[in-house]
């Protein structure tokens, strides 16, 4: 499974929601906290671009010594229909600063210095130190997972309901058989999906590869040896 770190460097690297929580700021509307992007640094600092007249701009301008403390709050949410939703909501914490010079026009880039963060996702909760962070590399589907899963669903749904042929037990029976099966969520290691029965009761399974996908290529054949292994 991909440690704390990963699924924590991997949110913070994708596209899901963010919003930048800091002193001095109070009253500001929520989306005047949310960064335009974010990246992290080699050496795990986060920095995230905000428009020039932000709140979060304004807020580290005002500060003594221009640092703040800050968290980040991060939260995901599946990319298709599946009873609630969300999937992962991290807490970056640390010092907030200016990176002047760095942004273009109209922009100032604020740089989070990494104190600890706190990750819960469909694997459990954990907390992850700076140090962990920095040497931690994002998941290599990060940037394709969203439009990954949605193909799963509109065009291989027949596929991804087979994989009740691989739940055993779970797969219940007569009116309490699993109906639905919804692809959830994918990384290098394998495939979540969230089953759901007539009566409207839901858990989730996970399928492991055979080996970590690489690449495209490689999550391809692991994808293909799946569906082989649930032909009936």
Do not use: I, K
Request: charged residues 25%.
């Amino acid at each position: 499974m991909p440690s704390a770190a990963e699924r924590t460097r991997t949110l913070v690297q994708s596209t899901c929601s963010a919003v930048l929580v800091v002193p001095g700021a109070g009253g500001a509307r929520p989306d005047g906290l949310m960064p335009d992007a974010r990246v992290v640094g080699a050496d795990g600092a986060v920095f995230l671009l905000f428009p020039a007249g932000s709140p979060a701009v304004g807020a580290v301008g005002r500060a003594d010594g221009g640092e703040l403390p800050a968290v980040l709050e991060v939260t995901d949410v599946a990319p298709v229909a599946v009873f609630d939703r969300t999937r992962a909501r991290a807490r970056v914490r640390g010092r907030l600063t200016a990176a002047p010079g760095v942004a273009g026009p109209g922009h100032m880039m604020l740089r989070l210095d990494v104190g600890e963060v706190y990750v819960a996702d469909l694997w459990g909760e954990g907390v992850v130190g700076p140090e962990e962070f920095a040497r931690a590399v994002p998941d290599p589907f990060h940037g394709y997972e969203t439009e990954l899963l949605q193909h799963l669903h509109s065009v291989h749904a027949e596929q991804v309901r087979g994989l009740r042929g691989l739940l055993g037990d779970r797969a219940g029976a007569g009116p309490s058989a699993v109906r639905e099966v919804v692809p959830l969520a994918l990384d290098r290691f394998g495939l979540r999906v969230r089953c759901r029965d007539a009566a409207g009761r839901s858990f989730d399974a996970r399928f492991d590869f055979p080996e970590p996908a690489a690449d495209m290529g490689g999550l391809r054949r692991a994808m293909h040896t799946l569906f082989e292994a649930a032909r009936p």
